[in-house]
């Protein structure tokens, strides 16, 4: 259908449109004009992302003379493919109202393990070993080299895109990675870099969050995109977190012992230029080299240029190949430090001390045997006074790695990720102050007895990370079904919106049916706190539960845990107990288990049980992989169950500490974050049962603590709504009872388009009539 | 017909607490013979197999003794105990042979008719058909058993319904049991600490399904190094030791044991069968991909998350399994269900039908290169939004209608409703057209499939759901603008008997006619037989109906005659055709002076 919103004609893909999309699109239309940022919270199942998609492409249509760029931020892979997905349909409808000149170029990126159609390269096991092996084939100088010695591989897709040139264009489309795939497969040009090419002339981008959060990756693929943009974060509920996780580091002994061997295989290499050079041979010394077989007629004097560069204080030696780049700086771009590295650590063999001497601090620091907490400022100090190592010259450690491995021509970068890790502790220790704090704890708190000490650098401050984003984009929209309480968003990441709304959701018909168990079938109360959760009668009465459900509800039931340590026990505990046959019996089990290639395809087996008709329940992790992005809607999902409330570890050092800090920066109460904290990771689980209006799933909050007024009330307003007062305090057979009822109920045909004084579907005319209003009022 | 009669011994009861009368059944096709071994004795039994109406008999392996139960029209029954179960079945199979033929065997029919041979299954499924469906029995009873028609004839318009039959047999096969094999648990014998485990050929079928690397094990042990009981008690071993949980003893027994090493160690199959398969999953679901796009989650990098800690540590990962991973598995395989179609007796022959059915599959797998064409369709559905689309043509099943009375009937009230605006629809459909735009249509639509093929479904799914409703309104409506409510139709308001006996009557002569047509032209003698047999038994029905009106209230009467009225038409044109038809003939065999018949 096309309508008029003011100004601009929205296309949209559908015959019908719900009110609370049009109303999303006005206020998303207020924020696009007034060049601001907005927060929309929309309850998940009411089309947010196609409302999204098709209004901002409807709106930089409408003004072809200042075109915009949208980049869609998703947090996982295949949010990313779903959302170009639906931009795909609005495409094609978009084309086929308006003709050629509706044509976009809409691209997903991703990284090279899932972009790269080299078979040799792409069978490595992860994703570091299919980076590292792209920079074996195509890093500049082993394409140099290859120009002289034939007998070095190269990647012929990318040398065809290459030679291609600026004949390498995408023509305009929705390009899914799989599509780019199969296009890079046709034409024999590499799809990552040819996506990594197209992202400038991009209409629309679809990533991940990191490619524009976190300053690694942000600094390398994110660098060019113009002010013109519309950032918009889908599924934003977690946003704080994923900004302090961009800027947090941690140090284990195994990876203080995989810097020091990275170190001396870095010496290694330095000795051998200079070796090379007093000789002015070449000998054979190391097995990657006879492999590549090379012949380099370079020397010290390579390490002498870089000197030289480095005075000039040029870090990275001006514009490098693309295929050379590796991870940027971690430190935001605006605190990088705009001059010459420090003196002392521009010679090669320098800089090595220098990281020979962290190293070993660090070390020393990790045989504690107390929890230690330091502020950043402190730690550095400590540093400087028993390493010797100033602040500045912990600042440009990143930078000075990066620059020598270059330099070194290394190719096999995934060898030297822990040299990595500790250079990007030292560049954020040194770079950043405040809303930072570094925590060492010897040993893990539930397992006092294994010593496993861990120094960590951990941010606190989400704003800190966001903050680029905020200042360089003209409109940045934080969208998510759980945004409750909205207020709080703001605070955390230190913005002011022009636009912040909570929308309800105006229902058919009752689909949705939240419940709160607070007791089992033996009348005695369930939780999940710490003095109840290994209770034998708390277990088998959620056994029970999970029992009864299962034989009367149809196809796909989901169960979250607070825990994998909680699931894993739980499951043994029901497999001993025999509830796990009975269980069985009903409907197929399959698990989440921390093995994401297994709870992938345990995932896609569910899926067919679901599709089949056999049914299955899935238990799955309230702050897991799943719960981030997997959708259960429709038949996929008829039942959530969120056994117990999905508080985190509240004894973590980090959590103590974020919290404080929270306190003290915003006046954030800890309790109150906590429960926000756990009521949006339940409130996230339990929503992904509901697609749209015509689907219907059933919600049970399994813990005595949820019919508690100050928990339950952060809940969202829209599944707020639902809680009947009923069904606040039930026990197993009442919610046996309620849920057969409502199955019931909503197996009844029904009319799609709500009651005549509330409309929840509108169409093509009905939408008219209300744009006519709308024009009425607002010329009085 | 492989005999012609059967003997064996039996007891002979009239009851079934009678002990019975020990003797000798002998069963021709024409009657029953029971001779007493005792001469003396009362039981002697000489039966004509037409007042045999129907048969029961034990099932093998109930603890009861292998009876036969006639039952004869009178509902008296005669019940004989055999010796044993093959006998019973060979007797009972000979009574389902007489009682199917039943009526071509007693008169046979004068006239030759192409034979068949029929299988002592067939057999069975006709009867078992006839004994579900008593319409189709009395039907069978009334034409087959009279004469009218022949058993073939009888069952030749009905083969769909004899291949459903046959097709759904076959197609259901047995998967695997929901429960775990992890379950099997072992007996005790109480005295010694010897635990004794019980495997059937079913079990076994499982475990190797569930467990590639057992299945590739005992494919190469057993039996030339290791005798099959060695094997399955190292595998029971290695079970015990994985129960424990103890990860430290597993990876030392692991090391003095080669064999049992195979047992304790992950299962490698699996994991690269797994890479395989997550090539082809679901993209919205795919977090493999998810975690190769994580930066953020560099080793060491972001806040440790619970859990992450367990995967780095623990040295004997090798040898630690956990119940999840059991339990993902065990689903998967049922899921998939049961590849082999082997009669489940010896482990050796599962084995390799396993590896062969596994072979295949692969092969299938490599083969076929369409499925990232379906993942995609199938992406592009999920992301549509449901009600917001007006409404989806989906592929739509096949409508199986086994009674098509039923199926009228519920689609009375949809009828009802829109009939109006249907019927004008197919006014305006049917004057909208003139002779040239239909031949252009035509024309195009021929060019259409020379240019592309043939497409899938060949008729528009629109327009064959407007045709068919269209056609279900017309039928539904003659019978039901008779009464006019929708919900109680004139034959409800008639005496239960009447109504039965017009049913019964509209089947028969629908059955009459339908054979009545199906003979035209006619073109052999046999034909020309059968529509004189057909004609006398259509003109037998005038009397009856008239009959039947006259056995109705007055008030009713003009009703019957209603619905009379059509099945007399019906005859009418029939026997009208025919009597056309006949005269026809005999024109013709007229002028040819040799005669012709």
Redesign the interface.
Same mark, same amino acid.
């Given at each position: 259908m096309k309508f008029q919103i003011e100004d601009v004609t929205v296309y949209f893909p559908y015959d019908h449109i719900y009110p609370e999309q049009y109303s999303y699109m006005i206020e998303l239309k207020g924020t696009l004009d007034a060049k601001g940022h907005c927060l929309l919270e929309m309850p998940t199942g009411t089309g947010k992302t196609i409302a999204l998609l098709s209004l901002i492409t409807s709106y930089s249509l409408s003004k072809p003379q200042s075109p915009m760029k949208l980049i869609y931020c998703t947090r996982t892979v295949h949010e990313m493919e779903k959302t170009l997905a639906e931009l795909k349909i609005l495409h094609n409808y978009q084309i086929k109202h308006l003709g050629p000149q509706a044509r976009i170029l809409a691209i997903g990126l991703s990284s090279r393990k899932n972009l790269c159609v080299n078979p040799t390269v792409v069978a490595a096991e992860n994703r570091d070993s299919v980076d590292a092996g792209c920079r074996k084939l195509t890093a500049s100088w082993v394409r140099a080299l290859a120009e002289e010695n034939t007998d070095v591989t190269t990647c012929e897709f990318f040398e065809s895109y290459e030679k291609a040139a600026s004949a390498a264009v995408l023509p305009p489309g929705v390009y899914t990675l799989q599509e780019l795939r199969a296009f890079g497969k046709e034409k024999g040009w590499c799809p990552y870099f040819l996506a990594r090419h197209m992202v400038q002339f991009a209409n629309v981008v679809v990533y991940s969050y990191q490619y524009l959060l976190d300053p690694k990756v942000a600094g390398i693929i994110s660098k060019e995109m113009q002010k013109e943009s519309v950032v918009v974060f889908d599924e934003a509920h977690n946003i704080d977190n994923v900004c302090i996780e961009a800027l947090s580091v941690s140090v284990r002994r195994q990876t203080l012992e995989g810097a020091t061997r990275n170190l001396s295989r870095i010496s290694q290499e330095i000795d051998r230029y200079v070796f090379f050079y007093s000789r002015g041979l070449y000998r054979c010394q190391f097995l990657n080299w006879i492999m590549v077989g090379r012949f380099k007629a370079t020397d010290t004097s390579i390490l002498r240029a870089e000197y030289n560069r480095l005075v000039e204080g040029l870090v990275l030696g001006g514009n490098l190949p693309i295929t050379d780049n590796w991870l940027s700086n971690p430190a935001l771009p605006d605190d990088i430090l705009k001059e010459a590295v420090p003196g002392n650590i521009r010679r090669a063999e320098h800089f090595l001390h220098v990281l020979r001497r962290l190293v070993q601090y660090l070390s020393g620091r990790l045989d504690t045997e107390n929890v230690e907490k330091e502020s950043p400022v402190g730690f550095v100090a400590s540093i400087c006074s028993h390493a010797g190592i100033d602040q500045k010259t912990l600042k440009f450690c990143y930078d000075r790695l990066h620059s020598l491995m270059l330099t070194l021509e290394i190719t096999d970068t995934d060898e030297f990720l822990h040299i990595q890790t500790i250079c990007d502790f030292a560049t954020l220790v040194g770079t950043y102050g405040r809303g930072f704090s570094t925590i060492i704890e010897p040993f893990d708190e539930r397992m006092p007895h294994i010593p496993d000490p861990v120094l960590q650098l951990s941010c606190h401050d989400a704003s800190l990370a966001i903050k680029p984003v905020f200042d360089r984009f003209q409109s940045v929209v934080i969208t998510s079904g759980t945004l409750s309480p909205i207020d709080l968003y703001p605070r955390l990441l230190n913005f002011h919106p022009v636009v912040s709304r909570s929308f309800t959701m105006s229902l058919t018909r009752d689909c949705i049916c939240p419940m709160v168990l607070t007791r089992g079938s033996d009348q005695l109360p369930v939780s999940t706190k710490f003095d109840m959760r290994s209770d034998p009668g708390v277990v088998r009465n959620y056994g029970k539960l999970l029992l009864e459900m299962v034989s009367v509800v149809p196809d796909g039931i989901v169960c979250f845990f607070v825990s994998y340590s909680y699931m894993d026990g739980i499951i043994n505990t029901w497999n001993d107990s025999g509830i796990l046959k009975e269980i069985m019996q009903h409907k197929l089990v399959f698990i989440e288990t921390q093995d994401v290639v297994e709870t992938t395809l345990a995932l896609d087996n569910y899926r067919r049980a679901c599709d089949c008709g056999r049914g299955a329940v899935f238990f799955s992790v309230a702050r897991g992989k799943v719960a981030e992005g997997i959708d259960f809607d429709r038949h996929y999902g008829r039942l959530v169950i969120m056994i117990g409330v999905p508080f985190q570890y509240t004894l973590s050092k980090i959590l103590l500490a974020r919290l404080e800090y929270l306190r003290d920066t915003f006046q954030i109460k800890e309790g109150d974050f906590l429960t926000f904290d756990a009521l949006r990771q339940a409130a996230q689980c339990v929503g992904r049962v509901i697609r749209s209006k015509a689907d219907y799933g059933m919600m049970i909050f399994a813990d005595k603590r949820y019919s508690r007024h100050d928990k339950r009330s952060k809940l969202p307003s829209w599944i707020l709504s639902h809680l009947q007062d009923a069904n606040l305090n039930l026990s197993t057979d009442m919610a046996l009872h309620i849920a057969r009822e409502f199955l019931k109920k909503m197996a009844q045909p029904y009319d799609k388009t709500g009651s005549s004084d509330k409309k929840t579907l509108l169409s093509q005319e009905e939408m008219e009539k209300l744009g006519d209003g709308s024009m009425h009022e607002m010329s009085y | 017909m492989a005999s012609t009669h059967v003997t064996k011994r039996a007891k002979y009861k009239t009851t079934i607490k009678d002990p019975g009368t020990p003797g000798t059944l002998r069963m021709t096709f024409e009657k029953i013979l029971f001779v007493p071994h005792n001469p003396k004795s009362a039981g002697k039994l000489d039966v004509e197999f037409r007042y045999i109406k129907g048969k029961k008999h034990t099932k093998e392996g109930s603890n009861k003794p292998p009876w036969l139960n006639l039952t004869n029209n009178q509902n008296g029954s005669f019940i004989f105990e055999f010796e044993n179960y093959s006998d019973l079945q060979e007797c009972r199979d000979f009574v389902g042979k007489v009682l199917a033929k039943g009526g071509e065997v007693s008169e046979k029919p004068t006239v030759a008719y192409p034979d068949e041979q029929l299988s002592a299954a067939e057999m069975e499924l006709r009867i078992k058909l006839l004994q579900e469906d008593s319409e189709l029995q009395k039907l069978h009873k009334q034409f087959v058993l009279s004469g009218v028609l022949t058993e073939t004839e009888f069952w030749a318009t009905r083969k769909k319904l004899l291949d459903r039959e046959a097709s759904k047999k076959t197609k259901q096969r047995l998967g695997f049991k929901?429960?775990?094999i992890s379950?099997i648990k072992p007996s005790t014998d109480g005295r010694t600490n010897k635990v004794t485990f019980n495997l059937t050929p079913e079990v076994i079928l499982q475990i190797f399904a569930e467990k590639p690397a057992v299945h590739r094990a005992f494919l190469s042990y057993v039996p030339n190094k290791m005798s099959e009981r060695t094997f399955w008690t190292k595998y029971f071993r290695a079970e015990y030791l994985h129960s424990t949980k103890n990860s430290i003893a597993a990876a030392a027994e692991a090391a003095e044991d080669e064999e049992l090493a195979v047992f304790l160690k992950q299962d490698d199959i699996l994991a690269s069968e797994? %890479?395989k398969? #997550?090539r082809r $999953? /679901? *993209?919205? =679901?795919?977090? !493999?991909? /998810?975690?190769?796009?994580?930066?953020?989650? =560099? *080793? /060491?990098?972001?806040?440790? %998350?619970?859990?992450?800690? !367990?995967?780095? !540590?623990s040295q004997n990962e090798l040898y630690k399994r956990? =119940?999840? &991973?059991d #339990?993902?598995r065990h689903?998967?395989v $049922? =899921?998939e269900g049961r590849a082999v179609d082997v009669e489940l007796e010896d482990t050796k022959a599962v084995a390799e039908a396993l590896a062969q059915s596994k072979q295949k599959s692969s092969n299938k797998g490599e083969s076929d290169g369409d499925t990232?064409r379906e993942r995609?369709d199938r992406?592009?559905r999920?992301?549509?939004?449901?009600?917001? &689309?007006?409404p989806n043509t989906l592929p739509l099943a096949p409508l199986c209608i086994k009674d098509p009375r039923d199926y009228f009937d519920s689609q009375q009230a949809n009828a009802l409703r829109s009939s109006g605006d249907a019927l004008g629809e197919i006014e305006q459909i049917k004057c909208g057209l003139s002779t040239q735009e239909v031949y252009g249509s035509l024309r195009e639509s021929i060019s259409s499939i020379k240019a592309m093929g043939l497409k899938e479904p060949i008729v528009k799914p629109e327009v064959a759901h407007q045709v068919f409703d269209a056609l279900t309104n017309s039928i539904s409506n003659t019978k039901y603008h008779i009464g006019k409510n929708p919900q109680e139709s004139v034959l409800d308001r008639l005496p239960r008997k009447t109504k039965e006996e017009l049913l019964h009557h509209w089947t028969s002569i629908l059955e009459l006619l339908k054979h009545f047509w199906a003979s035209y032209p006619i073109t052999t003698t046999y034909l020309y037989v059968k529509v004189n047999r057909l004609k006398d038994a259509m003109s037998n029905i005038y009397p009856q109906l008239e009959e039947i009106k006259g056995s109705v209230p007055s008030e009713l009467r003009h009703q019957v005659s209603l619905l009379v009225r059509p099945m007399h038409q019906a005859l009418d044109a029939a026997i009208q055709h025919y009597e056309a038809s006949m005269q026809k003939r005999s024109a013709q065999s007229g002028e040819r002076p040799n005669g012709y018949v």
């Open positions: - | 929901s429960a775990m379950d797994a %890479r398969k #997550i $999953v /679901d *993209p919205t =679901l795919d977090m !493999e991909a /998810d975690e190769g796009d994580d930066y953020t989650h =560099l *080793p /060491d990098h972001g806040i440790l %998350r619970e859990g992450s800690k !367990e995967m780095t !540590e956990s =119940l999840s &991973q #339990i993902n689903a998967a $049922v =899921l990232s995609l992406l592009s999920m992301t549509e939004i449901e009600d917001l &689309q007006g």
